[in-house]
């Protein structure tokens, strides 16, 4: 029977005895259901609302949010020991991303960042708005040949 059913013969022995202490209730398939869930999905959106306050209303130095210190919230505000190393995944699985900092130089002035759309990329598009009108084509005018050859737009002398 084994083999025509392409099974072990340990598993028709089991398959056998659960057959004669269950009957054929015992037979039917089951949904294996691992291990249940940590933090239920109220529990994650709390989270989410948690996270989205900043690290600082979380009692952290800093506003960034690092798995550390997400592993020491979760612990806090819900009882439940996450390892950091291990805390990625369901973030992940919850619909939560990975969000880096932009780095920024010490010497930034975001004043002169601000005004500068505004005052010198306007002259420049201007400047280059008028050169293009001059040639009817809208192509700039070639440059220095190289010698031997002949310019772009005439034939070959």
């Given at each position: 029977m084994a083999r025509q059913l392409g099974v072990s013969r340990a598993s028709v022995c089991r398959w056998a005895a659960t057959h004669a202490q269950e009957?054929?209730?015992?037979?039917q398939a089951r949904s294996i259901t691992g291990r249940p869930p940590r933090l239920d999905e109220k529990?994650?959106?709390?989270?989410?609302?948690?996270l989205d306050r900043g690290a600082m209303a979380a009692g952290f130095a800093t506003e960034r949010?690092?798995?550390?210190?997400i592993a020491a919230l979760i612990e806090r505000e819900f009882g439940v020991r996450y390892h950091p190393r291990y805390l990625e995944r369901p973030l992940k699985a919850h619909d939560f991303s990975v969000q880096r900092p932009a780095t920024?130089?010490?010497e930034r002035d975001e004043?002169?960042?601000a005004v500068w759309p505004k005052r010198d990329?306007?002259?420049?598009?201007?400047?280059?708005?008028?050169?293009?009108?001059r040639f009817s084509s809208g192509m700039r005018p070639a440059t220095a040949s190289v010698p031997g050859r002949?310019?772009?737009?005439?034939?070959?002398?």
């Open positions: 009957g054929g209730r015992g037979l529990a994650w959106a709390r989270l989410g609302r948690l949010w690092t798995l550390k210190r920024r130089a010490k004043l002169v960042i990329w306007v002259a420049l598009k201007k400047r280059r708005s008028e050169s293009i009108a002949a310019q772009p737009g005439r034939g070959a002398e």
